[in-house]
Every structure is written in structure tokens, then in C-alpha cells.
């Protein structure tokens, strides 16, 4: 790959490749997004774990428990942005996204995947943001009724990268293909 520097394909691609380390590696700073959505209070924003990148269909996946409030704001409103952090290169990403919601059948194999220690954080006894008097321990659900998975459609990527001596900033927009230009820091 050319210098990402002063190649914007290659800028995209280093951007991508970011992303694809998320899933693999727990260490990768692409491991962990910030998911912004609208709200009824106008916005909202949480980090949600990334699962899976199929760079090649501009796809993000992401697991959930079907009674959060981002399920609410999705299906009001599937446009959202991801934004990744990696500190010891200094690039920010935002992601365009419009997301779609997969349940049931359609999500039984990745359930199915995932070990049983693990399937306590989906579909506890309280939803997500219910009140409750203490903490309560998790609990194994019975099935995967509350489970659900985001994909996240990338439409647009900004990425700025802050170099010593240079700061680089490029945007990209799919429509029929991706299409890239520098812009200003």
C-alpha cells in the first residue's frame, strides 16, 4: 500500500483496514465505537463493541439486545454514525451509517456462536435503562428472543488523521462506488 498520506485510496483502504482489525483482535482501537444516534432528547450516544466488517459490501455488525433504546432510535430513524478513536495513530473516523435491524431466524447461527457466558449481557430480566432499586446480577436468558444485530450500512467515511507535521483529512461518499477528496483539517 502507497503512503496514506498523499494517496486517497490508499487513506481508505488504511481506514478499512482499521476497522477489519476490530473484530479480530480485542486490543484494536476499532474494537470499541461510539454509536450516535437521534433521540427524542436529539441525541445519543453510547459505545457499542464491533462484531464483524465485510468491507467489500461496506457492512459493520453489531449485537444488541432488542429492548435498548438504540433499537427505539434506529427504527425510528436508521441513519446513525460510528466514530473511532486510535490514539497511537491519531485518526478519527466517522462513519455514515443507516442501519438495519436482523432478529430472530435470520440471527439464530450468530447466537448460536456466541459461548453461554457471554449470552447473559443480551435480554436480562430488565430492559436496558429500566429502574431498578440495586444492581442485579446477570442472568442467562432463556433464548435469544431479546437478541438482535445491527448492520450498519456504510454510506460516508471522514477520517482525519493528526500528524506531526501533517494533518489529513479526507472524506468518501458511496454512490456506486466510493468516491474521495481531501478536504481541510
Not at 436508521?78 to 451509517?97: M, S
Request: net charge neutral; proline share 7%.
Amino acid at each position: 500500500m502507497s503512503d496514506p498520506w498523499t494517496d486517497l485510496d490508499a487513506y481508505h483502504q488504511w481506514v478499512w483496514q482499521k476497522l477489519q482489525d476490530g473484530p479480530r483482535r480485542p486490543d484494536a482501537p476499532a474494537r470499541l465505537l461510539a454509536l450516535a444516534t437521534a433521540s427524542a432528547d436529539g441525541a445519543a450516544a453510547r459505545m457499542v463493541v464491533l462484531r464483524a466488517v465485510d468491507a467489500s459490501a461496506r457492512m459493520l455488525e453489531i449485537h444488541t439486545d432488542l429492548r435498548s433504546a438504540k433499537v427505539t432510535e434506529i427504527r425510528a430513524d436508521p441513519r446513525a454514525t460510528l466514530l473511532l478513536w486510535d490514539p497511537a495513530d491519531q485518526l478519527q473516523a466517522r462513519l455514515n451509517c443507516e442501519i438495519t435491524l436482523a432478529t430472530g431466524a435470520e440471527v439464530a447461527p450468530l447466537w448460536a456462536a456466541i459461548p453461554q457466558q457471554a449470552r447473559r449481557i443480551y435480554g436480562g430480566a430488565a430492559a436496558s435503562g429500566t429502574p431498578l432499586t440495586r444492581p442485579e446480577p446477570l442472568q442467562a436468558p432463556d433464548g435469544m428472543a431479546q437478541f438482535a444485530v445491527l448492520r450498519c450500512r456504510v454510506t460516508g467515511i471522514d477520517a482525519l488523521h493528526l500528524g506531526r507535521d501533517l494533518h489529513a483529512r479526507a472524506r468518501w461518499r458511496h454512490q456506486d462506488g466510493w468516491h474521495g477528496q481531501w478536504i481541510a483539517p
